[in-house]
């Protein structure tokens, strides 16, 4: 299973999710985390370890947020899903930005995440560790679905190499 990255890809006719940008909840405190936030505008369901970041905060500080100012993390087997509805027979695929957590000390953190619809694994990457910690676009494999039950997308953290690891996502769009 592979999916592609590609800078310069544009996704042709995006249907945006709520909240994809992860803009709500603005997470407080000096860590500046919002770990599994729950309501009505949050939109997603987080595992324990998957929240929101804020860009000046401890997870996204060193990676420049490339859409408003915060950040999906997925931290070791932390993960992020949503309900989507979906038209049978359509060519679809799930796009989003991506980085691997910069450290403070310079280091890159190299988690591997894995992408699906329903059980069935659409991606399954390690996001590239850039050593300016700036986003790149990932494209799932294409898929369609044979009828109109909503289906739950979701991220799912790895953490294949064991120790700390995390991702950091934004502006996930289903394109068809
Ligand atoms: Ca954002």
Known sequence: MGGVIDASATPASPETPPNASFE?????????????????????????????????????????????????????????????????????????????????DGTVDRQALQVRIGPRLIGDFTPASTADGRFVRFTSDAFTVPDARPRLLSINGTNRKRGEDTALVDQIVVTG
């Open 24 to 104: 709500s909840p603005v997470p407080s405190g000096r860590l500046g985390l919002a770990v599994a936030p729950r309501g009505r505008a949050v939109a997603w369901r987080f595992g324990r370890s998957a929240g929101i970041a804020r860009e000046d905060g401890a997870f996204a500080r060193n990676n420049p947020t490339p859409a408003g100012s915060r950040v999906a993390f997925i931290r070791n087997r932390g993960h992020l899903r949503q309900v989507v509805s979906l038209r049978p027979g359509r060519a679809y695929a799930v796009s989003f930005l991506v980085a691997q957590r910069l450290l403070d």
